[in-house]
């Protein structure tokens, strides 16, 4: 049974940092890409940032040189480091990936980014 389980969200101020941890289970960790995304209300789910098997990157233009995403094969975890955080930041932070042609979501963690 595949399972992300994010952890980390909550309230900050604008130029505050979060940082996001996924855990996941049930699948080859260390082979997996893994994503988060995120939906502020009344949006689409968007991609923020993924990180590949070989540690390769990409990220939305919106969040480039503000947020890093990484990982760590001991523990399968993926984290989403926030930093320079901005209002615009505020959704639900989803945890993502991709497994046996199936795709997985974890259950969401809030980011609030006050003005």
């Known amino acids: 049974q595949v399972r992300l389980v994010e952890s980390g969200g909550g309230l900050v101020q604008a130029g505050g940092s979060l940082r996001l941890s996924c855990r996941a289970s049930g699948i080859n960790f260390k082979i997996a890409t893994m994503a988060w995304y995120r939906q502020a209300p009344g949006n689409q789910r968007e991609l923020v940032a993924r990180i590949f098997s070989h540690g390769g990157t990409n990220y939305a233009d919106s969040v480039k040189d503000r947020f890093t995403i990484s990982r760590n094969n001991a523990y399968t975890t993926v984290w989403l480091q926030m930093d320079s955080l901005e209002p615009e930041d505020t959704a639900v932070y989803y945890c993502?990936?991709?497994?046996?042609?199936?795709?997985?979501w974890g259950q969401g963690t809030q980011v609030t980014v006050s003005s």
């Open positions: 993502n990936t991709d497994w046996k042609d199936r795709t997985f």
